[in-house]
């Protein structure tokens, strides 16, 4: 790794401005440390059309690299040093059954309108474009879903069906206006997994999707620490359960969790439930002090895909290497997504 550290110094000084390296929150110290813009998904989007440089590297999964793919300009290059580095909750949406999902619905006259978690691949963005539909963040959910009720008859919000759970919770959509769909539609026919006469009376209809990683915190753990640490403050993000959700003392995106870290009184104790990348950074911050701990260890194991040795083998041949690039179909429509909810959270 010595060696690899090195060559992207080297290249990057080289390089200069002609070259940015963005990275996700979730990316290890290693990858961090050469980082020019970390952020979450909605702050590196907001990135894009304010950079010059010709080539972006971007140190995250892929639906983030085809989200700056999507909004680059004309002569800037998208790459990403690792491209099997997916997201799992994005694959369990996948654009084909996520359209005749929305034919569907739409069959008895309703207009539906879809919403995409940031976390989906171009094509479903796309879908979700010609749907007259947008994307939205775990940031800035609850703005883009009280959009998206204005807009139609109901949202299809996809694919993360606890962020749509806790998204409704804070609009207090009634459960009895809501429909969770069968785990049937991620990998079979919709036509056989969807009664569209259950969702002719419903507000919001979820895609049953998930992240795995922030499946791992339990009502259990916080039960534990409010046994024993009963000082101590627990946050989450909210791609984490309800029940875990409501038990916390609060609950955002990556830029809430790590703001609530900082500004935590000194000599506190803060549990915080999301990748353990970000939390160990965090504790490192402060661990002169405050006490910042994991909820639970939960590492995704596709940002760790992004290597210091795979990032310097990207540099080292970028001028040859194959950008990431969306079909121009897709692109236009998603596009259309992507920057409705910009301009919805100017």
């Known amino acids: 790794m010595e060696d690899s550290i090195k060559t992207i110094t080297q290249i990057k000084k080289e390089m200069g401005d002609k070259l940015v390296i963005l990275g996700h929150h979730y990316q290890s110290d290693d990858i961090i440390n050469f980082t020019d813009i970390r952020g979450d998904s909605l702050e590196l989007a907001r990135q894009i059309g304010q950079l010059d440089a010709e080539h972006i590297v971007f140190c995250g999964v892929y639906f983030m690299a085809e989200s700056a793919a999507i909004l680059r300009r004309q002569n800037q290059k998208i790459h990403i040093p690792d491209t099997s580095a997916t997201c799992p909750m994005a694959d369990m949406a996948e654009a084909n059954r996520v359209e005749k999902t929305l034919e569907i619905l739409q069959k008895n006259g ?100 998930y992240c795995p990683i922030h499946q791992d915190f339990t009502l259990d753990s916080i039960k534990t620490i409010r046994e024993n640490e009963p000082e101590a403050k627990i946050v989450v993000h909210p791609e984490c359960g309800q029940e875990v959700v409501k038990a916390s003392d609060g609950n955002g995106s990556t830029t809430f969790l790590i703001k609530y870290a900082n500004e935590a009184p000194a000599g506190s104790t803060v549990y915080i439930g999301t990748e353990t990348n970000l939390v160990n950074r965090l504790a490192s911050q402060h661990k002169e002090t405050k006490v910042i701990k994991p909820l639970a260890v939960s590492l995704c194991e596709d940002m760790g895909k992004i290597t210091v040795d795979n990032l310097a083998a990207l540099l080292k041949d970028i001028d040859n290497s194959t950008p990431v690039d969306v079909d121009e179909e897709i692109k236009k429509t998603a596009r259309i997504a992507l920057e409705r909810m910009l301009k919805v959270c100017a």
């Open 110 to 209: 309703r207009k539906v309108i879809p919403l995409t978690y940031v976390n989906s691949s171009a094509a479903v963005k796309g879908v979700v474009g010609r749907y007259d539909g947008s994307v939205c963040t775990s940031a800035n959910a609850k703005t883009m879903l009280e959009w998206a009720l204005k807009q139609g008859d109901a949202v299809l919000f996809l694919p993360d069906k606890q962020l749509a759970r806790n998204t409704a919770n804070l609009l207090e959509i009634p459960k009895s206006k809501r429909l969770v769909l069968s785990e049937g539609v991620i990998e079979g026919d919709p036509e056989l997994h969807i009664d569209p006469s259950t969702a002719e009376d419903k507000q919001l209809i979820v895609w049953p999707g």
